[in-house]
């Protein structure tokens, strides 16, 4: 009897069968994500930019989107999944703050109700310097960027880092870990 697969493992394999239209894999995929995502942007959609979408809805719809458009993920490995939905919500929490920003009001709202407070991650970095560090991950080769959100932002093992990104060992996904962080810091402090 085979062991039962790392939950990272059989990603492409459900790719594969939502591809040729398995609705069973597209709910597995949906439930192994979404908890994942939801943790992620948890407090990244400031309080302002929720109208009638709060930061679960953003998840579920870059979700759905993305496995609608299929076609378009280029597969290379385990982890670029995680870090093209990702970047999706990312984009999600974007367009949802400008569309906040052009949404007139035909109210007067008491003022005294507005939460005009940072997001969890505004608060603990900046506004400035989350712009900063999304600038500076972006010139970043791929797998350094996949390297590093997945031990960053989804707190994922040097293991399971390996196992995602195809490297030989745990000890390799540091090393790129850490070269990572290097140019990462690096590239922010050259701002």
Do not use: C, K
């Not at 920003?101 to 991650?121: F, G, I, Q, Y």
């Not at 310097?129 to 989804?154: G, S, V």
Request: charged share 30%; glycine share 4%; net charge neutral.
């Amino acid at each position: 009897m085979a062991a039962t697969p790392h939950p990272l493992e059989s990603t492409m394999v459900l790719l594969d069968r939502i591809r040729v239209g398995d609705a069973t894999a597209r709910e597995q995929l949906l439930r192994r994500y979404r908890p994942v995502l939801q943790a992620w942007a948890h407090g990244r959609l400031p309080s302002h930019a929720r109208g009638l979408a709060d930061t679960d809805d953003v998840v579920q719809v870059t979700l759905v989107r993305a496995l609608n458009r299929l076609t378009e993920f280029e597969y290379r490995h385990e982890g670029a999944f995680l870090s093209y939905l990702r970047q999706g919500v990312l984009n999600a929490v974007r367009q949802e703050v400008r569309r906040a920003r052009r949404r007139p009001t035909d109210e007067l709202v008491d003022e005294s109700l507005a939460d005009a407070s940072a997001s969890v991650v505004e608060r603990a970095i900046g506004r400035q310097m989350l712009e900063r560090y999304e600038a500076a991950l972006l010139q970043l080769a791929p797998d350094q960027r996949e390297a590093e959100i997945l031990r960053l932002e989804f707190g994922l093992s040097h293991a399971e880092i390996a196992d995602a990104l195809g490297r030989p060992s745990a000890n390799a996904a540091r090393m790129l870990v850490v070269r990572a962080l290097a140019d990462l810091a690096q590239r922010l402090a050259d701002e």
